[in-house]
Nanobody, 117 residues
């Protein structure tokens, strides 16, 4: 089972940018879908973005046009570039690896993103 470790979170002002990284302990080349999710206190975990092995992407409505997901199979890493951050983006961000039909292989431990002035 692949182990996932997120990094890159922190405190940023509204309108700022952050890039999150999700490093895998093994190859992600054959993992059908890699994704980012987030969970704010008292809220359910929600989809941020996913990317397939073919490079097809899908985004949650609240981040479309501001966030970009990418994967570097050679580095076994998935990235989430977050621009124009808003206070409502504050959450713990989690990376996951799953099959095409939704079966989750692994979750990371999460990285905290706080957007505040």
């Amino acid at each position: 089972q692949v182990q996932l470790v997120e990094s890159g979170g922190g405190l940023v002002q509204p309108g700022g940018s952050l890039r999150l990284s999700c490093g895998a302990s093994g190859s992600i080349f054959s993992i059908p879908v890699m994704g980012w999710y987030r969970q704010a206190p008292g809220e359910e975990r929600e989809l941020v973005a996913t990317i397939t092995t073919a490079g097809s992407t899908n985004y949650g409505d609240s981040v479309k046009g501001r966030f970009t997901i990418s994967r570097d199979n050679a580095k076994n890493t998935v990235y989430l570039q977050m621009n124009s951050l808003k206070p409502e983006d504050t959450a713990t961000y989690y990376c996951n690896a799953r099959s095409a039909n939704g079966a989750v292989y692994s979750w990371g431990q999460g990285t905290q993103v706080t957007v505040s002035s």
